[in-house]
C-alpha cells in the first residue's frame, strides 16, 4: 500500500498533480485553518479513489505542532501498513513544510515537491498546466546521517557490537575517500575496544596504535569537533594501556585500574552483578599489585619468589579458600620481611568491613546464591576502595560523543 502525505495549501493545482502522479492507496493531508477547504474539495472530488485521514493544524506557522502533526501522520500511515510512504511538501506554509522534513527525514520516506519553470510573475505560483512533480532525495539517507546517530547512541551506550554493526552499514555505501579512510579507521577504533573490554590488551593497544591516528588526523581535516574530542580523549588513555601491556604478566596497579575502570562499565549497563564481581577480584589484584611493586616478585608465581621466602605461607598464598584467607597470608608476609603500614595490612585491618561489603556478592548467582545485585550494594565497595587508596581509582572513562 502506499500512502501519500500531503500538505495543504491554499491552491489547488499542484495538490492534484501530485495525488495524479503518485496514485496513492491512502492519503494523509496535513491542513490548516485556512486551507481545509481546499482538502474538502480534493476530498469531495478524489476521495472515492483512497483511504483518507485530514490532521488540522491550529497554528499553521507554528514549526512544533507542524513537526508533531507530521509524526501522527507517519503513524496513521504505518497503521494502515503502508509499504512506501510519499510526503509531499509543497503546499502549506513554511513552517508545514519544514516540520514535515525535519519529522520524516531518516524514516525511509520519499519526498516530492510540485514546481515549474513558467511561474505567474505577479504571484509568483507556477502556471496553471505547467506543473512538474520532482522526487526528492532524502539528504540523510545520502550522508549516513541516521547510521552516525546510530553508531554514537551505542558508542554511548557501550553496545561496541552494535556500534560496529552501524560502521559496516555506512561502509556499505558510496562514500568518498575520506569517508572511506575515517569509517575504515574507527571500525578499527571500535574492535580495539573491543579487545580492550575482554581484557585482550595486547591486541587491543595493536589495533588502536594503528587506526586512531587515522581516524583522528581526517576528523581534524574536516573540522569536526566532537570527532576529534572523542578521539583525542581515547588518545590519552594510551599509556594507561601501554604500561599494562609492558609489564606483560605482572600485576600492576594499571592493570587493576583497568579493571575497576571495566568494573564501571557493567555497572553502567546495570550489570551490578558483573561489577561487583571485578570488585573482588580487585581486592586479590590489588594484593598481589602492593607486593610486587614493594617486594618486587609476583605473589602468584613461586619462581619469582626470594630466598627467605616463608614456606609455611606456600599453601596459603597459592591455594586460599577465599579473599580473607589470602589478607590473612598477606598480613603474614609483610610481618616476615618487616614491612609496615602495607595496603595489604590496611585491607587485612579493614576485614569485618570488607566481609559486610561482599556480603551481596557471595549471595548472587554469579557466587553462591541467586540474589541479584543492586545498584547501591555495587557503589559502596566501590566507594571503600577509592577512600581506602587512590591507587584503587578506576582509569578515566572512554569518552562519549
Do not use: C
Not at 488540522?56 to 509499504?83: I, M, P, V
Not at 524514516?107 to 505567474?120: A, C, Q, T
Not at 568518498?176 to 571500525?187: C, G, I, K, V
Amino acid at each position: 500500500m502506499k500512502v501519500l502525505i500531503l500538505t495543504v495549501g491554499t491552491t489547488r493545482e499542484p495538490l492534484e498533480v501530485a495525488l495524479s502522479e503518485h496514485a496513492p492507496h491512502g492519503v494523509v493531508f496535513l491542513a490548516s485553518q485556512q486551507s481545509h477547504p481546499v482538502a474538502a474539495e480534493l476530498l469531495r472530488d478524489y476521495g472515492a479513489s483512497f483511504r483518507h485521514h485530514t490532521l488540522l493544524l491550529e497554528d499553521a506557522e507554528s514549526l512544533l505542532e507542524a513537526y508533531q502533526k507530521a509524526l501522527l501522520a507517519l503513524r496513521k500511515a504505518l497503521e494502515w501498513e503502508a509499504k512506501a510512504i510519499v510526503a509531499d511538501l509543497t503546499g502549506g506554509t513554511k513552517p508545514m513544510a519544514a516540520g514535515l522534513t525535519l519529522a520524516l527525514t531518516g524514516r525511509g520516506v520519499v519526498f516530492s515537491y510540485v514546481g515549474g519553470e513558467r511561474r505567474d510573475p505577479k504571484t509568483g505560483r507556477v502556471v496553471s498546466g505547467e506543473e512538474r512533480l520532482r522526487l526528492l532525495e532524502d539528504p540523510t539517507a545520502r550522508f549516513g546521517l541516521r547510521e552516525w546517530a546510530g553508531f554514537t547512541r551505542a558508542w554511548n551506550a557501550l553496545n561496541l557490537g552494535m556500534a560496529l554493526a552501524e560502521l559496516e552499514s555506512l561502509l556499505s555505501r558510496p562514500l568518498s575517500p575520506s569517508e572511506t579512510r575515517f569509517y575504515r579507521a574507527m571500525r578499527g577504533v571500535v574492535e580495539g575496544l573491543m579487545e580492550w573490554d575482554r581484557f585482550r590488551h595486547g591486541e587491543a593497544l595493536e589495533r588502536l596504535s594503528a587506526h586512531l591516528p587515522v581516524a583522528l588526523a581526517v576528523a581534524e581535516a574536516w573540522g569536526h569537533g566532537g570527532k576529534v574530542r572523542v578521539l583525542k580523549g581515547l588518545e590519552d588513555l594510551l599509556p594507561y594501556l601501554k604500561s599494562i601491556v609492558e609489564a606483560g604478566e605482572k600485576p600492576t596497579f594499571s592493570l587493576l585500574q583497568d579493571l575497576l575502570a571495566n568494573a564501571e562499565r557493567r555497572a553502567a549497563l546495570g550489570r551490578f552483578d558483573d561489577a561487583l564481581a571485578r570488585l573482588y577480584r580487585a581486592l586479590e589484584l590489588a594484593v598481589e599489585a602492593d607486593v610486587q611493586e614493594r617486594l618486587g616478585f609476583a605473589l602468584k608465581d613461586p619462581r619469582t619468589w626470594p630466598e627467605g621466602f616463608p614456606e609455611s605461607l606456600r599453601e596459603r598464598i597459592l591455594k586460599p579458600r577465599g579473599l580473607m584467607d589470602l589478607l590473612d597470608a598477606a598480613f603474614d608476609l609483610d610481618l616476615a620481611f618487616g614491612q609496615q603500614g602495607t595496603l595489604a595490612q590496611r585491607l587485612y585491618g579493614e576485614k569485618n568491613r570488607l566481609q559486610a561489603l561482599l556480603q551481596k556478592r557471595h549471595g548472587s548467582i554469579l557466587a553462591h546464591g541467586t540474589r541479584p545485585v543492586e545498584q547501591g550494594d555495587y557503589e559502596r565497595l566501590r566507594d571503600f576502595l577509592a577512600g581506602l587508596d587512590e591507587r584503587l581509582r578506576p582509569l578515566p572513562p572512554w569518552p562519549l560523543f
